[in-house]
């Protein structure tokens, strides 16, 4: 069982930036793909980057279009943690973020987190 808690969510104005992080406990993470998902209001919850397991340091990713160039996702396995570096953000991003892990690349579902809120205002 792996418990995953996200934090570094806030309030920050269009063209800013915030950094996510997801840290894991129960079992380490490097056997794991982990993943991004948001879920703005009155929308469903929605893929936004992935990373995958350990690859002797080499790894893949994959983002949502919406997102690409501005969003970057890494893991550093030694901490168990997987980040979300968001820059230029743009107020359709606010959302709830949830981190998420599993076995399937680009879409791990397997664990979630509680998630964080993330409002960019205009």
């Known amino acids: 069982q792996v418990q995953l808690v996200e934090s570094g969510g806030g309030l920050v104005q269009a063209g800013g930036s915030l950094r996510l992080s997801c840290t894991a406990s129960?079992?380490?993470?490097?056997?794991?793909?982990m993943g991004w998902f948001r879920q703005a209001p009155g929308k469903e919850r929605e893929f936004v980057a992935a990373?995958?397991?350990?690859?002797?340091?080499?790894?893949?990713?994959d983002y949502a279009d919406s997102v690409k160039g501005r969003f970057f996702i890494s893991r550093d396995n030694a901490k168990n943690t997987a980040d979300l570096q968001m820059n230029s953000l743009k107020p359709g991003d606010t959302a709830f973020y949830y981190c998420?892990?599993?076995?399937?690349?680009?879409?791990?579902?397997?664990?979630w987190g509680q998630g964080t809120q993330v409002t960019v205002s205009s």
């Open positions: 998420a892990a599993g076995s399937s690349f680009p879409r791990p579902m397997d664990y």
């Open positions: 990373i995958t397991s350990s690859g002797r340091g080499v790894y893949s990713t």
């Open positions: 129960g079992r380490t993470l490097s056997s794991y793909h």
